[in-house]
């Protein structure tokens, strides 16, 4: 990919958590990654290859082993980014790795331990300082929204009933690119306000999972910060800039075992990762820079991610490992992936002035709120000096933009003739009702009169102070540079922060020089050789030989890694392929054998495909503008029923109300009590006409089956209905006792 003058690579930075109890009780071997932190490289060593294999060694931007503190991470690689998202840039944050090696550490952290807070928390710090302490001519708007996508559903964490109602859609603009519809998004003005709504997402997190472990480990969690900050300009004029800053706490990259899931299942299985595995095609895509085509649309977590990866934004990838042998093979995939991240570039740029700021709606509204009151304020002024009997005009007129302390004198002032001429009003009542010239009428005219105009007083006086409370909400969400938050810090302390932050830039320098004159060592060794001897040639050359050959190795032995993997990965996708057709020929069987045909062609005719949320969906049966003249109209109720009553119904109703056997048609017998019948089995042949009275009363054996009352016999019951008739016929045709 060529790079422009404004590209800029996606960083990468490893961090390996510390061996946890468990894997140290498993035995002595100790961990298999170590790490050069001063030239940001990473040594894998492969637990079941012999020691004389050569190791694996990668290098990123930074790496953190096991002893790194969550502000060293911070401050070195996050804390740059999170500088430009407040000068307007997008940025992305996402940490990557196999489950428990510590991406929710990483992202989140131990909120109530400074030392271990993690990227979020050390952010909301940052951005709230760095308002704190900018110039007062500058506006925020701080929002936040958090959601998360599990089995490409994408769930708004902010929403009370996100677990009742159904994935909110992506939508594509052409000004703002990929958004999420309908996400909430909560205005906030302090560190304790973003911090609150980060737990109620968590929460909801929680709360939504049956397992925790299990969810967090499959869903991908996106807690998105935008901030909007306005700034007059050289010309004048206020301008808008707007950062957005997403950070992802990505699902585990383990490869999710399938062995044995089938239909539903199977679906949820090949669903639940897709979204990662969609990742890495889009990042192997990007690598290759071919300018081929990258596949963003394939899963909702790339469409959401198009910017961060290869658009506008600058993004820092955090790649965790873990340091157990056992986890050798996941281990070296999280590095490789991390390694083919780092070619991807970006465009970032400064968003200025778009045009769906919410600030310059809020400055807006604000403005229009604030014109209003001190309209109102005004007139309540002038009325003042006119009972004062002043001369008002000398004043000039209200849109003069008077400073502060103007308005504030206004205000007073209206203060001031509500209260004058709420004792006006009421002196004048006193006096109507203490009048003894006055008529009762007259009286009571003038009292209501009073009243009247004392009731429109107070709903005014209401008005106003609703408006006032509106124009105070509003403009305490906009936070302004230098004031809103306290800034406890002293003197001292900034200078610390200072310090380090220069530290922090100037260790990162230092790895990028250490990494560059690696690389030009290698080259320029050969050019600063000189031998004395053909004997040292011969050494110096065999040496360097047997250093290239051990390259070459190593590079043989990764290319057959890589091709192992990729088999392997083919194979998985290969079974999961195979199965769904499998299970696809099964659903057409289905169709084949027992949906007529008729039927399934209505369906087909009804099927159609929607590009945006990319599936099928059913077109709606009627039009919906001429839905009510085309709906047919209820059938008017059967004589002797107050509701039209299905052939299904009538049935029932008729069967009675043993319902328990209703469905299998079996017959429900009464036990039979009558006494044994001992007569010889044959009797029946012998049809004599002088049977003996106890034979006599016993019945015959068609009888006994008539005697027994069935469920199917209550044929008496129906009497009202109109379709007797095809009722018995029903009832004949059914076959009594049928298993
Ligand atoms: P993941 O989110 O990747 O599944 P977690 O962040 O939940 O993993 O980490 C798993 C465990 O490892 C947690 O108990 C966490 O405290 C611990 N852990 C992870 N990284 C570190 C680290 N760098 N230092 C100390 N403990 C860590
Ligand atoms: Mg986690």
Known sequence: MSKNKSSESVKVVVRCRPLNRKEESNGPAGGIVQMDLRLGQVILRNPRAPPSEPQKTFTFDAVYDANSKQRDLYDESVRPLIDSVLAGFNGTIFAYGQTGTGKTY??????????????????????FTHISRSQSDRQYLVRASYLEIYREDIRDLLDPNHGNTRGLELRESPDTGVYVQDLTSCVCKSIKEIEEVMNVGNQARAVGATDMNEHSSRSHALFLITVECSQPGPDGRKHIRVGHLNLVDLAGSERQAKTGVQGERLKEAAKINLSLSALGNVISALADGRNGHVPYRDSKLTRLLQDSLGGNAKTVM?????????????????????????????????????????????????????????????????????????????????????GEEEEEEVEKEAEEYVKMEEQRLEKEKEAIREDQF??????????????????????????????????????????????????????QQKMLEMKRQEIAEQTRREREMQQQMLNQDEE???????????????????????????????????????????????????????????????????????????EKNKIMNRLMFDPEEDQWKFKSLVPAESKSSQMKKRPASAVGYKRPISQYARVAIAMGPHSRYRAENIMFLELDMTPPNTSPADRSTEAEPNQSPSLDSSPSKEE???????????????????SNNSLTACLTATPTVAM
């Open 106 to 127: 990483t992202m989140q952290g131990a909120w109530l331990d400074p030392e271990k807070q993690g990227v979020i928390p050390n952010a909301f710090d940052h951005i």
């Open 318 to 402: 955090v790649a965790t490992l873990g340091p157990a042998p056992q986890h050798y093979d996941e281990t070296l995939t999280t590095l490789r992936y991390a390694n083919r991240a780092k070619n991807i570039q970006n465009q970032p740029r400064v968003n200025e002035d778009p045009k769906d700021a919410l600030l310059r709606e809020f400055q807006k509204e604000i403005a229009r709120l604030r014109a209003q009151l001190n309209h109102r304020r005004w007139l309540s002024k002038q009325k003042k000096e006119q009972l004062d009997g002043e001369d008002w005009e000398r004043d000039g007129d209200e849109d003069t933009e008077g």
């Open 438 to 491: 006055l008529m009762t009428e007259e009286k009571q005219r003038l009292l209501g009169e009073n009243e009247k105009m004392m009731g429109d007083l107070r709903k005014e006086q209401e008005a106003t102070e609703q408006l006032t409370a509106k124009y105070k909400a509003m403009e305490s969400k906009l936070l302004v540079g230098g004031k809103n938050i306290m800034d406890h810090t002293n003197e």
């Open 524 to 598: 320029t060794l050969e050019l600063r050789e000189t031998f004395t001897s053909l004997q040292q040639e011969v050494e110096a050359k065999t040496k360097k030989l047997k250093k290239l050959y051990a390259k070459l190795q190593c590079i043989k032995a990764e290319i057959k890694d890589v091709n192992d993997e990729h088999v392997r990965s083919r194979q998985d996708l290969e079974q999961t392929q195979n199965e769904l057709t499998r299970e696809l020929k099964f659903k057409y069987l289905i169709i084949e054998n027992f949906i007529p045909p008729e």
């Open 704 to 722: 006994g089956v008539c005697r027994s009352r069935s469920w199917c016999q209550t044929q008496k019951s129906i009497t009202s209905s109109p």
